[in-house]
């Protein structure tokens, strides 16, 4: 899960280079380096929330998974029970 927050943190450098070449402005300038952590906490803390979203749908995901299939088995159960009375 670690790999995602660097991919976003890596994003966030990704665009500040980005802005700055759209800007035709150097990318390494002593006054504005403390900007690159900004951008790279500011990914990186992105891709941590998106790791909690993806992590609760899957929870959601695997809740309704395991509620379909007992709802499967009781309705299986109930097919054999009313066949057997046939």
């Known amino acids: 899960m670690v790999h995602k927050v660097l991919f976003w943190s890596g994003l966030g450098i990704a665009a500040r280079f980005w802005q700055l070449g759209i ?3 150097p990318l390494f300038n002593k006054e504005s380096l403390w900007v690159y952590p900004v951008y790279a906490g500011i990914g990186g803390s992105f891709g941590y929330w998106l790791m ?3 992590h609760r749908q899957f929870k959601y995901l695997a809740d309704r998974r395991d509620t379909l299939l007992e709802k499967r088995a009781r309705r299986k159960e109930r ?3 009313s066949a057997e009375q046939s």
């Open 79 to 81: 097919e054999e029970a």
């Open 52 to 54: 909690g979203v993806e």
């Open 23 to 25: 800007e035709m402005r």
